[in-house]
Structure formats: structure tokens, C-alpha cells
């Protein structure tokens, strides 16, 4: 049963870290560390805020 659980939770944190849903986690453990009293922003803030960001700070690209 525990090598069960240890495979599940290897193949859950490998499809989070893929996926991109681990960021928002991480994201907001750094916000309330750097900024305890501001309120942490929503999912939907959080991916607004990406996305600005990406696009005023675009990355090489290969096309």
C-alpha cells in the first residue's frame, strides 16, 4: 500500500511540475514570505500577471 501511495504521489507531483499548476503554489509561498500583510493574489490574478509579464519581458524564441 505505501509503495502505491509513493507511486501515486511521484506521478502527481511529475504532472504538476509539468503542467505548471506547482508555480501558483510556490508563487504564493514566496508572496506571503516577501510580502506577509498583502492580500495573495487570485489563481486568475496570478495568470493576468504572468501573462503581462511574458509579454513585456518576451524570451528567445525560435520562430
Do not use: F, I, N
Amino acid at each position: 500500500m505505501k509503495t502505491v501511495r509513493k507511486v501515486w504521489g511521484a506521478v502527481r507531483w511529475y504532472a504538476r511540475e509539468l503542467t505548471g499548476e506547482a508555480e501558483y503554489d510556490r508563487y504564493c509561498d514566496r508572496h506571503r514570505r516577501h510580502h506577509p500583510h498583502a492580500p495573495v493574489p487570485t489563481r486568475r490574478e496570478y495568470e493576468v500577471l504572468r501573462t503581462l509579464r511574458s509579454e513585456q519581458h518576451p524570451r528567445s524564441r525560435c520562430c
